[in-house]
Nanobody, 119 residues
């Protein structure tokens, strides 16, 4: 079981920044991949970033490379998504999710946080 709690969404103007946080709790977090997945109205879900908690492996989608940065605080079991140079097309509900290493799909989800970027 993994519990995930997101925070940090909001409304920002184009070009602005936001930082999302995901506080994770699990018996053995090192067995999981933690990711940020966004869902915009009328669009497919997109995995924008992910990290293997036990190692250095990270992923950033091409659509956010150079603008978004993934980091974590191991002591707090918290994953951060720093989002800079935000664009209106980044508007979405951002979910923190977890899956066991090697699994094809995420099976633990947070409640989601809304990010709205105005033009």
């Amino acid at each position: 079981q993994v519990q995930l709690v997101e925070s940090g969404g909001g409304l920002v103007q184009s070009g602005g920044s936001l930082r999302l946080s995901c506080a994770a709790s699990a018996r053995t977090l090192s067995l999981y991949v933690i990711g940020w997945i966004r869902q915009a109205p009328g669009k497919d879900r997109e995995t924008v970033a992910a990290i293997t908690w036990s190692g250095p492996s990270t992923y950033l989608a091409d659509s956010v490379k150079g603008r978004f940065t993934l980091s974590r605080d191991n002591a707090k079991n918290t994953l951060y998504l720093q989002m800079n140079s935000l664009k209106p097309e980044d508007t979405a509900v951002y979910y923190c999710a977890a899956k066991p290493r090697g699994a094809s799909s995420y099976n633990y989800w947070g409640q989601g946080t809304q990010v709205t970027v105005s033009s």
